[in-house]
């Protein structure tokens, strides 16, 4: 297949690297770095370890009753309920 290729500088760089290093003609170093970089794109992700949130202790309920609101409001706000 032939087609018209417009190449950012970066990547033109490194293929006239790559073309020198292994004296590979433009068209085998284009094949094989696609080649390489869409097996990669496509292949699937391996599935990463769930992660997990250690527990803490919080220590025990300050207030007796978490539905009296009231109560709640004093406990957190340092007044003394009785």
Known sequence: MRTTLTLD???AALLRRA???RRATLKEVVN???RQ???QM???TPPSAPYQTRTVSLGRCLV???DDIA???AVAEGENFA
């Open 37 to 39: 970089g869409l097996r």
């Open 32 to 34: 094989e770095a696609l």
């Open 71 to 73: 109560e709640v409001l």
């Open 42 to 44: 496509t292949a699937p």
């Open 64 to 66: 007796g009753d978490l």
């Open 9 to 11: 500088e970066d990547v």
């Open 19 to 21: 073309r020198q290093s």
